[in-house]
């Protein structure tokens, strides 16, 4: 028994001799790095992590700022509407505070960005693209769910460069889309029309400007560019001097000398003071007239109103159409933008 112990103790001996005290103390600072160097990463990682929940978070917290900014854009917009129509309900016109107003819709400071609204146009004599701070009115547009064939029809051949068979065939489309044998009822946005054969995002970026499903199908005189009066079925010279007299003196549009008509009755009496008309150019507006095709008065508003972040490349475009006899919105479409994202056109 005590041969075995001193055996047992000697075994005991001679371990320990054989590892010595800096061996044993090497072995424990080893793993006390490893330790540390595995937490380490693991707080780099955990830090990592956090951060990009932070980055998250501001991310989210701007987007819901440039929205609020767009939304007072919007906002604005239908200030301006309704006080032109409490103060001068008779007529609508491009010299009005909500379609021309760089004042009210030019880089407007809200919170931490800026908002503006703003569209685009075209020259009636050469057809360069103009940008003018404000609304739209729909009714300056063909309605493509009240139009006939012929109108649409011409529309297309002059914005898309088709020949009058195959812009004959896109207006016979469109027509059969919206009656009950198709899709059984009017199209809800001009987005639908590129549900129909051979209107592709080329075609329907040509158009989209000059058409809409909003209102009554009427067409504001005050308004309306010469393209769409030249649809209606006004001679070019006679759609020429509309837009003349609307100019005023300056021959600017969308100045404060402007003229506008001020009711369908008088609208051939008001043109005739300003330039001579011919018997035929009164025939041709007078039939257009007969039949109904005419509004001085615009009810449907689209407004394009986008927001920016001072110092942060955090855009939101917000695109509504305002109806001001129900005083609501019939569309809302919203966008958040980056730097290289597109802007508002």
């Not at 001068?88 to 491009?94: A, F, K, M, R």
């Not at 701070?133 to 729909?138: C, K, P, W, Y």
């Not at 009427?218 to 759609?239: F, H, S």
């Not at 007239?289 to 449907?300: A, M, R, Y």
């Amino acid at each position: 028994m005590q041969r075995a112990i001193n055996i047992d103790g000697g075994w005991n001996k001679s371990w320990r001799s054989n590892c010595p005290e800096g061996s044993r103390r090497g072995s424990i600072f080893f793993v006390v790095l490893w330790t540390i160097v595995l937490l380490a990463i693991f707080a780099v990682s955990l830090g990592h992590r956090v951060q990009q929940k932070i980055r998250f978070v501001n991310r989210l917290e701007d987007k819901n700022k440039v929205y609020l900014i767009a939304l007072a854009g919007v906002n604005r917009a239908i200030a301006q509407i309704k006080a032109k129509k409490k103060e001068y309900p008779e007529y609508d016109c491009l010299k009005d505070t909500w379609s021309s107003n760089p004042e009210s819709f030019r880089e407007i400071p809200a919170g931490e960005g800026k908002f503006s609204i703003s569209y685009s146009h075209r020259s009636w004599e050469n057809g360069d693209v103009l940008s003018r701070f404000g609304a739209i009115d729909e009714e300056r547009k063909i309605n493509v769910n009240k139009a006939g064939r012929e109108m649409i029809s011409f529309l297309f051949q002059r914005q898309t460069g088709f020949d009058r068979t195959q812009a004959d065939e896109i207006a016979t489309a469109i027509i059969d889309w919206r009656d009950a044998d198709s899709k059984n009822s009017p199209l809800e946005s001009i987005e639908e029309l590129l549900l129909i054969k051979s209107i592709d995002e080329k075609t329907f970026s040509r158009i989209k400007d000059y058409v809409t499903v909003y209102t009554d199908g009427k067409i504001n005189i005050n308004t309306v560019e010469g393209l769409v009066l030249v649809c209606l079925g006004l001679k070019e010279e006679l759609a020429d001097k509309i837009i003349r007299f609307r100019r005023g003196h300056d021959s600017i549009e969308a100045t404060d000398d402007d003229n506008a008509f001020s009711a369908i009755s008088n609208i051939i009496s008001d043109l005739h003071q300003f330039c001579e008309l011919s018997q035929e150019e009164r025939q041709n507006l007078s039939n257009l007239i007969s039949q109904g095709l005419f509004t001085v008065c615009s009810e449907n508003f689209m407004i394009k109103s986008q927001g920016k972040l001072d110092g942060r490349d955090e855009y939101c475009k917000i695109v509504c159409i305002f109806r001001t006899q129900e005083g609501k919105i019939v569309y809302w479409q919203r966008q958040n933008l980056g730097l290289a994202s597109e802007t508002l056109s």
